[in-house]
């Protein structure tokens, strides 16, 4: 993908982040793996219902900049270290969506519950260890939440969904807001039931034979 394209995907994604609530103020980031290994992703502190294309930052891995006026978020070692590790992800979406980052803060993990949890997640939506804001720390924690993952919580930090591109990221970050959020509302009024082993490994059968 040009690099371009990927700060126009990026843009496009981050606003609807922001017109679903799924990020407040200008929280959250999303990043996206462009030609070159470039990372583009969203400026630190800039209004994302004011953002444009030309705000959007190119950096290297190592965290020199390319292009753009802004300075890029300063999550940009938590995406750099992802994309370090899994070779397979090419986007990341970081959100602090309301009811998946509750769940963070309590640093509980959003059991199966829901089928849908299965082949958009990969399984449960597990807490990473706590990191300093800002530092690499934070994406190597993920990544061990990650790797068999494409979305998990960032103990009292924030929600990620990772993917093969900018859509399945965002789609996996929305599938575990969604999560969270009825398993929420199903422990207001009783005990959920969590699917089994033997129940999930039967979903991964019918995946794995459509696929």
């Not at 829901?114 to 990191?131: Q, R, T, Y």
């Amino acid at each position: 993908m040009t690099i371009q394209k990927a700060k126009e995907q990026v843009l496009k994604i981050a606003k609807r982040c922001y017109d679903e609530k799924l990020m407040a103020g200008t929280s959250g980031n999303l990043s996206v793996l462009a030609d070159g290994g470039f990372i583009v992703i969203t400026p630190g502190s800039v209004d994302y219902s004011s953002m444009e294309v030309d705000d959007l930052v190119v950096l290297e891995l190592s965290g020199k900049v390319i292009d753009g006026p802004c300075n890029p978020s300063s999550e940009w070692r938590m995406h750099a270290e992802i994309y370090k590790a899994l070779s397979h992800i090419k986007a990341v979406v970081h959100t602090h969506s309301p009811y998946a980052t509750s769940f963070a803060v309590l640093g509980k993990a959003v059991p199966v519950i829901l089928n849908e949890m299965i082949p958009f997640i990969g399984g449960d939506l597990p807490v990473s260890k706590f990191a300093c804001p800002g530092a690499a720390g934070v994406g190597i924690n993920a990544v061990e939440s990650l790797k068999d993952r494409y979305a998990c919580l960032m103990q009292n930090h924030g929600v990620l969904g990772v993917g093969k591109d900018l859509h399945q990221a965002y789609i996996n970050a929305t599938y575990a807001e969604d999560a969270a959020k009825i398993y929420h509302m199903a422990k207001s009024v009783g005990e959920p039931v969590i699917l089994t082993g033997e129940q999930q490994a039967e979903i991964r059968a019918i995946i794995e034979n459509e696929g």
